[in-house]
């Protein structure tokens, strides 16, 4: 099969190239997808889990990518709640090879059922990006109807789909980007922008949530906008700074087939839109890991004829 892999860490590049390699197998409760479209994270190459295994083993040449959205073609051994043939989507185990080639092992409980009416680039840009909004809103900040929230980088994959959750929970939504972003931000739903580079973060204060994904002095000065009581929940990396009387906590998503499945229904039901900017074929994927490309919306690689 065709893949993209990558294979020196300390290289510019990261020995990222397009090249052949073996059909994965199918190990106890897997499931191998013909891959059709797949999403992934730049910042993904700066991961260990892309390096190594969980033993700390040297895994490459190894496969980036994590999101998928594909057919089902094979099961491995104890396999349940998925079937051959099927429309799946999802995203993959961060230290095994990724979506970003012809096929891949996924682990069945990590993917969903996709709806027939929702297409495989829409479904592999929604996993990661919308089941990491909703956690971080939901199950880590516990944001209710009513409450108020500030989303950091809120244009962005994760900050996008934030805004319409919130919303749609009856919070009251800031979001902060660039100028640039501020009509993108406000078209979503929220309620008002601030532009980090030109207006003062003091401003959006104080808010019940904060929820970022920008992470250094953006997420240190964001602490003392919670008020008491509140949360300030971070993806970037574990907070320094922390909120007078709040809660302070960072997240890595996890796989969660119901809320999938959830997330599917809202973007077929016309409740969820997700921003997918650039679509490239699997021939031309190491192009859109090139440092300072920056297309509005997600970049997604279709693998097959969807």
Do not use: C
């Not at 973007?267 to 900017?277: D, I, P, Q, Y």
């Not at 021939?283 to 890991?289: D, K, P």
């Amino acid at each position: 099969m065709k893949a993209v892999i990558v294979t020196d860490r300390d290289a510019t590049d990261r020995g990222l190239k397009v090249t052949d390699l073996p059909r994965p197998h199918a190990a106890e409760n897997d499931v191998i997808v013909r891959v059709h479209a797949a999403g992934f994270t730049r910042g993904e190459l700066d991961w260990p889990a892309t390096w190594s295994d969980r033993a700390g083993r040297d895994r490459t040449p190894s496969v980036p990518g994590h999101e998928v959205s594909g057919v089902v073609t094979d099961l491995g051994y104890g396999t349940t709640g998925l079937s051959v043939g099927q429309h799946v989507f999802g995203f993959t185990d961060w230290a095994r090879d990724g979506s970003l080639a012809e096929y891949v092992a996924v682990e069945a409980r990590n993917l969903a059922p996709l709806p027939a009416d929702v297409d495989h680039v829409t479904a592999a840009a929604l996993p990661i990006s919308g089941l990491t909004a909703w956690q971080g809103l939901f199950d880590h900040a516990g944001l209710t109807a009513g409450q108020s929230v500030l989303i950091h980088g809120a244009a962005g994959a994760v900050g996008s789909l934030a805004v319409q959750l919130a919303r749609e929970a009856g919070a009251r939504v800031i979001g902060t980007g660039r100028s640039a972003d501020r009509q993108t931000v406000l078209g979503l739903g929220a309620q008002a922008f601030l532009d980090l580079e030109t207006e003062w973060l003091r401003d959006a204060g104080p808010v019940d949530v904060v929820f970022d994904v920008i992470g250094g002095d953006v997420l240190d000065r964001s602490a003392a906008l919670v008020r008491a009581g509140g949360a300030l929940v971070t993806i970037a990396h574990p907070p320094t700074v922390r909120p007078e009387n709040g809660r302070a906590v960072f997240f890595v998503v996890e796989p969660d087939r119901v809320r999938l499945a959830d997330l599917a229904r809202r973007v077929r039901e016309g409740r969820l839109s997700v921003r997918v900017g650039e679509v490239l074929p699997l021939a031309e994927a190491v192009a859109a890991f090139a440092p300072g490309r920056r297309v509005p919306g997600r970049t997604v690689i279709r693998v097959a004829g969807d």
